[in-house]
């Protein structure tokens, strides 16, 4: 039996392979014809860990600028956050810094985030090493992992990650909310009330 969900956004500038990277995860197909996301998208998955199944709410949200106001309203109950950037693009690597700062100041401190790289399928148009991609994750301080959307390289890999930490902060969490505190009385501590 699943849990009640996780809530899961794929975040990152246009064109860098979210929704590919999802319909991989969820259908084990890539269709290089997929259009651009408009605004958000979102589909369910399950996923088993440690025998356990896990239920996600995946959010795909659109990477253009006009539709950031839309997007950064999701990031509030996310468990998790996918920051994807392609690793053919310079451009879209430059920007991972603005991304973790949405996700710091739009989403909750125990979201977990991890940084991908995805692409790598495409080696001979590479421009961002992956030595680039560990320090910049090294100065973020969050896990690093490149992935193909294309082959699904790495894909179940990442949420596999992502689910493993998000569950255990969760409970963390939930056993620091549940500790009960307990208040000794002593018989000398009871006054009198008087009425009227």
């Known amino acids: 039996m699943a849990d009640n969900g996780h809530k899961i956004i794929l975040i990152g500038n246009s064109q860098v392979g979210k929704t590919c990277f999802l319909q991989q995860y969820c259908d084990r197909d890539f269709n290089v014809n997929s259009g651009t996301t408009i605004g958000v998208d979102f589909r369910f998955s399950m996923i088993v860990l440690d025998g356990k199944t896990y239920k996600m709410q995946i959010w795909d949200t659109a990477g253009q600028e006009r539709f950031r106001t839309i997007t950064t309203s999701y990031y509030r109950d996310a468990d998790g956050i996918i920051v994807i950037y392609d690793v053919t693009s310079e451009e879209t690597f430059l920007q991972v810094e603005n991304w973790f700062n949405e996700i710091n100041k739009h989403s909750s401190q125990s979201v977990f985030s991890i940084l991908v790289g995805n692409k790598k399928d495409l080696e001979n148009d590479r421009v961002v090493s992956t030595e680039n991609g560990q320090q910049l994750a090294e100065k973020l301080s969050v896990p690093f992992i490149e992935t193909s ?28 909310t549940t500790k009960k505190k307990t208040v000794k009385l002593k018989h000398g501590d009871k006054k009198k009330i008087k009425c009227c």
Do not use: H, P
């Open 149 to 176: 959307a294309k082959t699904g390289e790495n894909v179940y890999e990442t949420f596999k990650q992502l689910m493993e930490k998000v569950i255990t902060i969760k409970k963390t969490t939930k056993k620091k």
